[in-house]
């Protein structure tokens, strides 16, 4: 099975890694894809700009620049670009190994595979336990209201159904977009964490698995700069949207329950500074993070009494290729070419 795969690259404020990043992938030995780029970087260094424009000129890749940087936007932009029948999003700073695209296009010879979430050998993870090998995810990693610390994608071994993909190697369907109206939510601020996971919390609603491959893997660079979010994750604008996405994804997805659970975890690993977070305990330092968590809070209360008048697909409503109507934020139930 050959479907023809999208392969959709999002960059801002990237150079030399995405040449590398672009170089590897155009390397894939699968008959049939297309490369996307949406570039909102607002000037590269010449050498990056000549490479992007020489892909451009031998048919290589789509170059698509955008004067605004939201990378659930550039997901959606580049959708309603694509011919695909597969969609596979990645980072502008991996590297692919061969096989990468085969990987991902034979789980969808099974039809109720709506999305696959491949394997990401995250340099600074594998350092740290290089030797752990996951077989099967607890059943901690199915439940929304505590999945995001029991989800292992790194160490992760065995094929099996997850509830959610990585952001930097995932790949879906077209007809959940076409078909099913779920894209991308461009509400999700700065770094857009969490915005995967809430795209793949509602794909649940299709009736569609999302399927964890180990052979679909890639190795993420990690980048400290670019990459669609603030330079400095020490900055006050990152720690906000760090805690309005965790609490607009819960707000929108989960139950009442589920969503408490999930802040209470979030309370504890990432203002407590508790395992697996390990921040800091300084009494300083904690009061800090609880102020952000505060605002971060508040903040994704007043954009959802906001999506009462406004679906917040700002990037979306500019596109001339968008539909007429806004595109639909779709609501969980409250229950659980080469």
């Not at 932009?77 to 700073?93: C, K, T």
């Not at 969490?194 to 399927?211: A, N, P, Y």
């Not at 508040?298 to 001339?320: F, I």
Request: hydrophobic share 40%; with cysteine.
């Amino acid at each position: 099975m050959h479907p023809l795969i999208s392969v959709i690259v999002p960059t801002y404020g990237r150079e030399a890694v995405l040449r590398d990043t672009l170089a590897n992938v155009i390397q894939q030995d699968y008959p049939h894809y297309e490369v996307l780029v949406v570039d909102q970087t607002q000037q590269h260094q010449p050498q990056t700009q000549a490479y992007l424009d020489e892909l451009v000129a031998n048919g290589k890749i789509r170059l698509f620049q955008v004067p605004w940087a939201s990378l659930p936007g550039a997901r959606n932009y580049a959708v309603r670009r694509a011919r695909g029948e597969v969609l596979l999003f990645i980072d502008d700073d991996v590297l692919l190994p061969p096989g990468y695209l085969i990987a991902h296009a034979q789980n969808y010879s099974q039809p109720h595979i709506g999305a696959v979430a491949g394997r990401v050998f995250d340099r600074m993870k594998l350092s740290d336990e290089p030797e752990l090998a996951i077989e099967d995810l607890p059943p901690q990693a199915m439940d929304p209201g505590i999945a995001w610390y029991y989800i292992d994608l790194v160490h992760t071994v065995k094929p099996q159904r997850v509830l959610t993909a990585r952001g930097c190697n995932m790949s879906f369907r077209r007809e959940i977009f076409d078909q099913h109206g779920v894209w991308f939510d461009e509400r999700f601020r700065g770094s857009a964490v969490r915005e995967e996971s809430d795209f793949c919390l509602r794909i649940r609603q299709t009736g569609l698995q999302i399927w964890y491959d180990p052979a679909a893997h890639l190795v993420h660079l990690g980048e400290e700069t670019g990459g669609c979010h603030d330079i400095s994750t020490r900055s006050l604008r990152y720690q906000v949207t760090f805690y309005h996405n965790h609490f607009l994804m819960g707000l929108k997805n989960l139950t009442v329950m589920q969503a408490l659970r999930l802040y209470a975890r979030l309370f504890d690993c990432h203002v407590l500074g508790r395992p697996p977070c390990h921040k800091s305990g300084s009494p300083i330092k904690v009061l800090t993070r609880g102020v952000f968590y505060t605002i971060g809070f508040l903040s994704a209360m007043g954009t959802l009494v906001k999506s009462l008048w406004d679906d917040g697909q700002l990037y979306s409503r500019c596109d001339p290729l968008a539909p007429a109507a806004p595109l639909p934020i779709v609501k969980s139930p409250r229950s659980a070419t080469h």
